[in-house]
């Protein structure tokens, strides 16, 4: 537990307040007192209620949907506490938006990703916490620390305390070859092996599965990833694993639940048997069937005390 009298602030934004109010209540402290509001012309206030001078704030705010007006949130907080001498600014982001952006595909495109990173450390953030990064790289994007925390860890106690001692007969699905890092660690983590759903991606959102690599056959099958989008991927690769690769069920884990347009439409009809996701990015409403939601609040919180303290994180990786 952290003392009140200790010059600690923790700040949101409104992208996911409830989350921040789960974090400062596992800590044992009081959410600062700041309003983010609108001009008449769309631009954004940030008023802080409260003094930050020497303190050491914690900004959390995922640039989840409306991404860009999370993202501005964010960079004008972030600037607002620089401006008012806070001892050091932690921007707490549990979803990293652009994150996908990281690299050129094509003649003429932009690294988005590396855009906002510039963006968020010019603005004056003396250090990231996040979790799970579509791509790892993404830290060296940032010339500031940047504390990637898992949130596998969590699917694994979950999974564990469902299944049992079942799991023995159960395998950990990719839904394609760019998570399988992920995926193996989630499996060794589980005691599973691992198979691959190989799909070709045919336009931005959009894929057709090929072939499965790995025996499903008469098994469960945990599908993870680490976001679910338009559950496309995710809803396709279920399908691929019951009918062609014989599974007898799956169930599906990603991190940040983006869920953007028919997604909760996709998977409530899909062959998924449950699609368990974090609550990085408020859950959709209203609430799905097969969604559920756990908490991330307890990880966040631990790894905040120990930045305020000055100790080791590094427990939080494994």
């Known amino acids: 537990m952290i003392p009140h009298d200790r010059l600690i602030k923790i700040f949101t934004g409104n992208a996911n307040p409830a989350l921040a109010q789960s974090i400062c209540d596992c800590l044992g402290i009081k959410l600062g007192d700041s309003k983010i509001d609108r001009f008449s012309d769309g631009e954004i206030s940030v008023s802080f209620y409260e003094t930050v001078r020497g303190s050491d704030v914690f900004l959390c705010n995922s640039t989840c949907m409306p991404v860009n007006d999370n993202l501005m949130e964010l960079l004008i907080m972030i600037d607002a506490c620089k401006r008012a001498s806070a001892y050091r ?26 855009l906002v990173a510039d963006l968020i450390t ?14 790892s790289q993404l830290q060296g994007f940032f010339n500031i620390p940047v504390d990637n925390l ?11 305390e469902k299944f049992g001692e079942e799991r023995h007969n159960m395998v950990v699905a990719s839904p ?44 469960d099958v945990i599908l993870f990833d680490d976001m ?12 691929s ?16 639940p983006v869920m953007s347009g028919p997604a909760g439409e996709r ?14 990015i408020p ?22 005390e120990r930045v305020y303290d000055e100790i080791s994180i590094s427990d939080l990786f494994q």
């Not at 996908?100 to 988005?112: A, F, L, N, V």
């Not at 694993?241 to 940040?256: K, P």
């Not at 859950?283 to 905040?304: D, G, N, Q, W």
């Open 228 to 239: 679910v989008d338009t559950a496309g991927s995710m809803v396709g690769a279920a399908k």
């Open 176 to 219: 394609d070859i760019g998570s399988v890092q992920r995926a193996r660690y989630f499996a060794d983590k589980m005691g599973m092996p691992l198979a691959i759903v190989d799909k070709r991606r045919m336009a931005a959102n959009q894929s057709d599965v090929m072939n499965i690599i790995g025996d499903v056959k008469d098994k």
């Open 283 to 304: 859950a959709p409403r209203p609430k799905l069937a097969k969604l559920t939601v756990l908490p991330v609040a307890p990880v966040f919180a631990e790894a905040i």
């Open 267 to 280: 998977v409530d009809n899909s062959m998924l048997k449950e699609l368990v996701v974090l609550d990085t």
């Open 122 to 135: 010019t603005a004056g953030a003396d250090r990231i916490l996040t979790m799970d990064l579509h791509c």
């Open 150 to 160: 898992v949130g596998g860890n969590i699917f694994v106690k979950y999974f564990i």
């Open 89 to 114: 600014i932690t921007a707490v982001i549990p979803y990293f938006g652009y994150a996908r952006q990281d690299r050129k595909t094509k003649p003429r495109d932009p690294i988005s990703g590396k």
């Open 241 to 256: 694993l019951i009918e062609t690769g014989g599974a007898t069920a799956v169930y599906a884990c990603a991190s940040h």
